[in-house]
């Protein structure tokens, strides 16, 4: 005679440590390292910690793992760097600061190369709401830091715009460069870019 087991069936899925916010940000290096198109389950696994069958239970899978970590990546920029942007009162200096915090991010062996969005900007994979979030958090918060400039008389006001699209399009080639070209690159266009914004002071 078989004895049945007291225990009850094995419960697949979710452990018991589950803890998503844990997930989400080893899911996040992950992608951040790899890019969204080589970056697999596997590698999912192995930088999360949890089981193929809790991130689709969890996550819908590798799709809503990689929504939701940058997701969580553009939360961190946000507050971290847009929002000091956004928020100074320094002017043409506010972009500076911006800039060394940027090159602390983006070249810091603390992390993988250049920025987790910009790396998969050429990505069909790529989440296009973050994407846009993002870029849009970049142009208008270097636009408020210029408009302060401007209203402080340090740069003229007819300029603004263009400045700010100037700036993005060089921020955004600094990432790339971080990624494909090495930190010492990206640290030399980071230079550019703070001597570029100097020379837009107006001479009084």
């Known amino acids: 005679?078989?004895?049945?087991?007291?225990?009850?069936?094995?419960r697949?899925?979710?452990?018991?440590?589950?803890?998503?916010?844990?997930?989400?940000?080893g899911a996040m290096r992950a992608f951040w390292e790899r890019g969204v198109t080589d970056t697999t389950l596997s590698d999912l696994e192995a930088a999360t910690g949890a089981d193929r069958s809790t991130?689709?239970?969890?996550?819908?899978?590798?799709?809503?793992l990689h929504?939701?970590?940058a997701a969580l990546y553009v939360d961190e920029v946000e507050r971290m760097l847009f929002e000091p942007l956004d928020h100074g009162t320094a002017g043409l200096a506010d972009i500076v600061e911006?800039?060394?915090r940027l090159s602390d991010q983006i070249t810091s062996q603390r992390n993988p190369a250049g920025c987790f969005i910009v790396n998969d900007l050429g990505s069909p994979g790529r989440d296009v709401d973050q994407t846009n979030r993002y870029l849009t958090g970049l142009e208008d918060g270097l636009l408020a830091a210029l408009q302060r400039a401007?209203?402080?008389?340090?740069?003229?006001?007819?300029?603004?715009?263009a400045?700010?699209?100037?700036?993005?399009?060089?921020?955004?080639?600094?990432?790339?460069?971080?990624?494909?070209?090495?930190?010492?690159?990206?640290?030399?266009?980071?230079?550019?870019?703070?001597s570029t914004v100097a020379t837009w002071?107006?001479?009084r």
């Open 98 to 100: 911006f800039v060394d």
């Open 55 to 64: 991130l689709y239970n969890s996550f819908d899978g590798k799709d809503g």
């Open 67 to 69: 929504r939701a970590a």
């Open 163 to 194: 400045m700010a699209k100037t700036a993005t399009g060089a921020i955004i080639g600094a990432n790339l460069s971080a990624r494909h070209a090495g930190a010492a690159a990206a640290r030399a266009m980071l230079d550019g870019i703070r």
């Open 150 to 161: 401007a209203d402080r008389n340090e740069v003229r006001p007819e300029h603004v715009e």
């Open 201 to 203: 002071a107006i001479d």
């Open 1 to 10: 005679m078989v004895q049945k087991s007291t225990s009850g069936p094995r």
């Open 12 to 25: 697949r899925g979710r452990p018991p440590t589950f803890d998503r916010d844990a997930v989400v940000a």
